[in-house]
C-alpha cells in the first residue's frame, strides 16, 4: 500500500533528530548497611566451632571401650528410662 501526499506524515519523516544533553547528573548513592548483634555474632562462633568439631570423639569411644572390656561400665536403667523418656517428649515437640 502506498500513501501520497497525507499531511504530517511526510513531516513526521523530515524532523530533525533530538540530540541527548551533554550534561551529566552525578547522583548519590547509597551503600545498603547490616547491623549484626553480638548474640547472633556469638551464635555464628559457636555454630562454626560445632561444625568444625569432629564427628566422633574418639578419647570418649576408646574410654568407653575400656570400661566395657574391664566391666566397668553401669549405666542405671534410671539414667536409661529417663533418656528414652526425654526422648519421646523431644520428639512429640517436633
Known sequence: MKIYNVPGVIKAY????IQPLSKTYSVESKMDEMQVSSEAQLMNKILQTAKNAPEIREEKVNELKNAVKQGNYNVSAEDVAQKMLNGILFDKKG
Open 14 to 17: 523530515n524532523q530533525k533528530k
